[in-house]
């Protein structure tokens, strides 16, 4: 089961950007079996998918010679892995038409997961490429047929939960090229939209219990959520602590039919 764990990203290294026309790349930090792992997914193959013309789940990459205990590989063992699986790339390119659906890294392990439509080659390639090239590492090669895109959509796209973590990264890592001191207690705002000002006041109930305060109340004229809240608590910036209340205050939001905006917060240096 994947969950997503609060991490700031100190691996970006992790996830490098794959620059392509009308790809949109995000990643985030999930756990698996009670196991860190960094999933670097293309978000916009959701909508086209399936692709009944790529039948075929490939995953393969290699197998890091340098971890750490969490079994994330080692920041100077990242470049080396993904020469192996730009190598790799360029022979599948050369057998079958293929797409990228993300990269997995886990385990000691950071495998891509392709589509493809044919199989027929693939592993001799493989095993060729790693007995000339890179013979001092071990691999993963694995062929399921998946023609609904099921590991794709399921595993590798992020749930609601694993969103809400890479927004609130973004926000995170922001503030520290900032130069945020995110020990320093500092009030935190949440804003929120409502249909109906009766919706907004039960869910104002709900923020009393929880012991935010309520900063704003405002009419949006002609807007579809005209009732806009805005509340905040004071606390340090934790990633912990900022997952735990932003999934907390989403799933009330959807008690009352509301729309979460987001968070923020002053810069404190």
Not at 180 to 194: E, P
Request: net charge neutral; hydrophobic share 35%; charged share 30%.
């Amino acid at each position: 089961m994947k969950k997503t764990i609060s991490f700031i990203i100190s691996f970006l290294s992790l996830c490098p950007v794959l620059a392509q026309q009308d790809d949109n790349w995000e990643t985030y930090m999930a756990e698996v079996a009670k196991k860190p792992a960094s999933v670097l997914v293309n978000l916009a193959l959701y909508d086209r998918s399936p692709d009944r013309r790529l039948p075929y789940l490939l995953i393969t990459g290699p197998k890091s010679k340098k971890c750490m205990g969490n079994g994330l590989p080692e920041k100077d063992e990242i470049p080396k892995l993904e020469e192996i699986l730009d190598a790799a790339d360029a022979f599948i390119t050369g057998i079958t038409p293929k797409i990228l659906a993300g990269t997995f890294t886990y385990n000691c392990e950071r495998v891509n997961y392709y589509y493809v439509k044919d199989t027929l080659g693939l592993d001799l390639a493989i095993t060729r490429l790693y007995k000339r090239s890179f013979d001092g590492y071990s691999y993963i090669f694995k062929i399921k047929t998946d023609p609904d895109w099921g590991v794709y959509r399921d595993f590798l796209y992020p749930t609601e939960e694993n969103f809400t973590w890479i927004e609130n990264n973004k926000i995170i890592t922001k503030l520290i090229a900032e130069g945020d001191d995110l020990s320093k207690t500092r009030d935190i705002n949440f804003v929120l939209l409502f249909k109906t000002e009766a919706e907004r006041k039960s869910f104002i109930d709900f923020a009393h219990r929880r012991d935010y305060r309520i900063d704003e109340l405002n009419y949006i004229k002609n807007a579809d959520m005209p009732y806009r809240l805005k509340m905040s608590r004071s606390d340090a910036i934790k990633p912990d602590v900022i997952a735990d209340l932003t999934n907390e205050i989403k799933k009330e939001a959807k008690k009352h039919n509301a729309q979460y905006e987001a968070w923020n917060c002053e810069i404190v240096k």
